[in-house]
Nanobody, 115 residues
Framework: QVQLVESGGGLVQPGGSLRLSCAAS????????MGWYRQAPGKQRELVAS???????NYADSVKGRFTISRDNAKNTVSVQMNSLKFEDTAVYYC?????????WGQGTQVTVSS
């Protein structure tokens, strides 16, 4: 019922920037939090950044100071601005929605940082 559509992934050189966006649609009555997770080959999925309905943010230590998460409540979207990208940021990035005590995941978008 609920769909999360991610956009903005792609190939970027080290030091470059990308902006990922996620639009939620469907039967959404409330949003507790939205965030981004990523998973690199052979590694666990990990939190990148999240933001609650109250505006509190949380970032992985590895991205603090480089990534910024934001929300547009009117459009039910969440975005993350990713600056100073590194090889280690290469992963599939997944949008996550927490709504009404249930978790919803996007299909993922590939981010590749390569020279």
């Amino acid at each position: 019922q609920v769909q999360l559509v991610e956009s903005g992934g792609g190939l970027v050189q080290p030091g470059g920037s990308l902006r990922l966006s996620c639009a939620a649609s469907g039967s959404i009555f409330s949003i507790n939090s939205m965030g981004w997770y990523r998973q690199a080959p052979g590694k666990q999925r990990e939190l990148v950044a999240s933001i609650t309905s109250g505006g509190n943010t949380n970032y992985a230590d590895s991205v603090k100071g480089r990534f910024t998460i934001s929300r547009d409540n009117a459009k039910n979207t969440v975005s993350v601005q990713m600056n100073s990208l590194k090889f280690e940021d290469t992963a599939v990035y997944y949008c996550r929605l927490l709504s009404g005590g249930r978790l919803y995941w996007g299909q993922g978008t590939q981010v590749t940082v390569s020279s």
